[in-house]
């Protein structure tokens, strides 16, 4: 999960390159927030003592893949890129919210 969100994080920092200037405080700052959130909060969890405390912050990295999802359709309708990357990024982010989903269901089993 982790390598795959430092990826996507790594994917979401090249993408913006092409945005509008005007976005730099604006959409791009927010996207690459939420982008290395997860997997700044799932390496914050590991090193957690309980499973409780993990689980916690892998709901705060399930947050943030929603909100990321949600400025890839932004980006879309903004014109910013197309409809074949949005949804591209949108199956990456759905992969990860899965493995995050399983993880939870896991450590609270």
């Known amino acids: 999960m982790w390598r795959l969100s ?4 790594l994917e979401v920092y090249d993408l ?11 959409i791009i700052s927010q996207m690459q ?6 997997p700044s909060n ?5 090193g957690r003592k309980s499973d409780k405390e993990f689980s916690r912050f892998i709901q705060i990295c399930l947050g943030s893949a929603h909100e990321l999802e949600y400025f890839f359709i932004l980006s879309k309708d ?5 409809e074949e990357v949005s949804d591209e990024m949108s199956q990456k982010i759905n992969i990860i919210k899965r493995k995050l989903f399983t993880l939870d269901k896991r450590l609270k089993a």
């Open 6 to 9: 430092h990826k996507l994080t």
């Open 16 to 26: 913006t390159k092409s945005f509008p200037i005007n976005e730099k405080y604006q």
């Open 42 to 46: 799932f390496s914050e969890g590991c």
């Open 78 to 82: 903004l014109n910013y890129i197309s």
């Open 33 to 38: 927030r939420a982008a290395y959130s997860l």
